[in-house]
T-cell receptor, first 109, second 115 residues
Framework: QKEVEQDPGPLSVPEGAIVSLNCTYS??????FMWYRQYSRKGPELLMY????GNKEDGRFTAQVDKSSKYISLFIRDSQPSDSATYLC?????????FGKGTRLHILP | NAGVMQNPRHLVRRRGQEARLRCSPM?????VYWYRQLPEEGLKFMVY????????ESGMPKERFSAEFPKEGPSILRIQQVVRGDSAAYFC?????????????FGPGTRLTVL
């Protein structure tokens, strides 16, 4: 079983819609969770990080961790064409960042 | 304030040649991490270095791959006798301290193509 599982998509949604991106993880000991955004031909950039369970909000972005189901989510409100990118969820194990495969998101104008 | 710099951005090698990828961390950052992104795969950790020290190389293939971060100059990821399977995007990231996972900034990557 992979440590972090993520549906690769692609996911296409109309501009203005709420986007929901999800990952599952295998090890209940994982505590630190991150979401990265990667535009085509660019390096990943950290969007948000959370520790343990709960929600964290930053502008149009909300990160959510449900440790009981080992499920992490990223919600994007009022999606924009500029949000079109690959979104990578990640966690921390032994000081190493473990990434999911990434979900390709297309926001249709 | 320049970010993480990687060069070259694109590198083409024939099978059996050597590839040298360079990474200059952000100013003030002394921790460098290398990752590989294969087509349709996520980023995979390769190696973590501090100046003149390899801290964790558990993600590095056992043969042909090596990394260094000298006292002066950029970090180098070296791949000897490249094979087609080495074709990938290689990213480095830097951080000011080991614990600052939320301040691990990535470079733009080097795309290696092996013919």
């Amino acid at each position: 079983q992979k440590e972090v599982e993520q549906d690769p998509g692609p996911l296409s949604v109309p501009e203005g819609a709420i986007v929901s991106l999800n990952c599952t993880y295998s090890n209940s000991a994982f505590q630190y969770f991150m979401w990265y955004r990667q535009y085509s031909r660019k390096g990943p950039e950290l969007l948000m990080y959370t520790y343990s369970s709960g929600n964290k909000e930053d502008g149009r972005f909300t990160a959510q961790v449900d440790k009981s189901s080992k499920y992490i989510s990223l919600f994007i409100r009022d999606s924009q064409p500029s949000d079109s990118a690959t979104y990578l969820c990640a966690t921390l194990r032994d000081d190493k960042i473990i990434f999911g495969k990434g979900t390709r998101l297309h926001i249709l104008p | 304030n320049a970010g993480v710099m990687q060069n070259p951005r694109h590198l083409v090698r024939r099978r059996g040649q050597e590839a040298r990828l360079r990474c200059s961390p952000m100013k003030g950052h002394s921790h460098v991490y290398w990752y590989r992104q294969l087509p349709e795969e996520g980023l995979k950790f390769m190696v973590y270095l501090q100046k003149e020290n390899i801290i964790d190389e558990s993600g590095m293939p056992k043969e042909r791959f090596s990394a260094e971060f000298p006292k002066e100059g950029p970090s180098i990821l070296r791949i000897q006798q490249v094979v087609r399977g080495d074709s990938a995007a290689y990213f480095c990231a830097s951080s000011p301290l080991r614990e600052f996972y939320n301040e691990q900034f990535f470079g733009p990557g080097t795309r290696l193509t092996v013919l």
